[in-house]
């Protein structure tokens, strides 16, 4: 493992760890809301055997930085394709957990062409695919970091993190038809997106299948990492639908 950064044209600092050989395949892991690359750990020895991996903390996470108010997620889209620019790929992989599966499937939209193979682990299109009591405890939490960011530097980090959890995507039907590659939703069965949200994403996915983990949540790439990696592994590799549950 190599840790390196680069510095996107807004001035930001983008870190990043690299695994692997540069000539096998390039894979972009995106974690979550409030999390780093750090997050996937755990499972990057699996991924790393067969793709050169990139891991990175994505824009006011982890360790790189952020230039502008807030964090948003154009930015964040913005910060993925200059780093493909960088690495010189014509296409890539991308594999992304919550909020890094929407910043995934928002990529997606605006460069249909350049991802071919995506695992989107409980992406979420509006509050309407969140079962309710996650926004009520976002909205508290979002109340509860703007008071106390005036005194403490956690606080002010930690609210604008969690404005991208809030931040529409403003991704249609017609932007979803549009992307090009393969696509594998996983959710656990007992996950805070809702199934049926899932459901209606693969349906307008032009190639898109879905995984329901049983008995598992929403955090199963934490609670249970090596499984979540050998289910998905089939499916990176371009072979059958997916692995047997």
Same mark, same amino acid.
């Given at each position: 493992?190599?840790?390196?950064?680069?510095?996107?044209?807004?001035?930001?600092?983008?870190?990043?760890?690299?695994?692997?050989?540069?000539?096998?395949?390039? &894979?972009? /892991?995106?974690?979550?809301?409030?999390?780093?690359?750090?997050?996937? #750990?755990?499972? $990057? =020895?699996?991924? +790393?055997?067969?793709?050169?991996? &990139?891991? /990175?903390?994505?824009?006011?996470?982890?360790?790189?930085?952020?230039? #502008?108010?807030? $964090? =948003?997620?154009? +930015?964040?889209?913005?910060?993925?394709?200059?780093?493909?620019?960088?690495?010189n790929l014509s296409?890539?992989?991308?594999?992304?957990?919550?909020?890094?599966?929407?910043?995934?499937?928002?990529?997606?939209?605006?460069?249909?062409?350049?991802?071919?193979?995506?695992?989107?682990?409980?992406?979420?299109?509006?509050?309407?695919?969140?079962?309710?009591?996650?926004?009520?405890?976002?909205?508290?939490?979002?109340?509860?970091?703007?008071?106390?960011?005036?005194?403490?530097?956690?606080?002010?980090?930690?609210?604008?993190?969690?404005?991208?959890?809030?931040?529409?995507?403003?991704?249609s039907r017609g932007?979803?038809?549009?992307?090009?590659?393969?696509?594998?939703?996983?959710?656990?069965?007992?996950?805070?997106?809702?199934?049926?949200?899932?459901?209606?994403?693969?349906?307008?996915?032009?190639?898109?299948?879905?995984?329901?983990?049983?008995?598992?949540?929403?955090?199963?790439?934490?609670?249970?990492?090596?499984?979540?990696?050998?289910?998905?592994?089939?499916?990176?590799?371009?072979?059958?639908?997916?692995?047997?549950?």
């Open positions: 493992m190599t840790t390196k950064s680069i510095i996107v044209p807004d001035g930001t600092k983008i870190v990043y760890d690299e695994y692997g050989s540069m000539t096998h395949a390039t &894979i972009f /892991l995106l974690h979550g809301n409030g999390s780093s690359a750090r997050y996937f #750990k755990p499972q $990057i =020895e699996q991924y +790393a055997r067969y793709f050169h991996v &990139i891991a /990175l903390d994505s824009r006011g996470h982890g360790r790189s930085s952020n230039t #502008k108010n807030k $964090i =948003e997620i154009m +930015a964040i889209v913005s910060d993925i394709e200059f780093m493909r620019k960088t690495f296409q890539f992989i991308i594999l992304g957990y919550s909020d890094g599966a929407n910043i995934a499937i928002k990529y997606a939209t605006v460069y249909p062409n350049r991802v071919y193979r995506m695992v989107l682990n409980a992406p979420n299109l509006s509050k309407k695919g969140i079962y309710k009591i996650l926004w009520w405890l976002d909205s508290f939490a979002q109340h509860l970091t703007r008071v106390l960011a005036p005194i403490s530097h956690y606080a002010a980090q930690r609210h604008k993190q969690l404005h991208v959890m809030s931040e529409p995507l403003n991704i932007d979803l038809q549009r992307v090009a590659g393969d696509v594998l939703l996983v959710i656990g069965s007992f996950d805070l997106v809702k199934r049926r949200h899932i459901e209606r994403i693969r349906q307008l996915l032009p190639h898109a299948e879905m995984m329901v983990i049983p008995r598992h949540s929403h955090f199963i790439t934490y609670t249970n990492p090596k499984k979540f990696s050998r289910l998905v592994m089939p499916f990176l590799l371009g072979g059958i639908k997916h692995a047997k549950n």
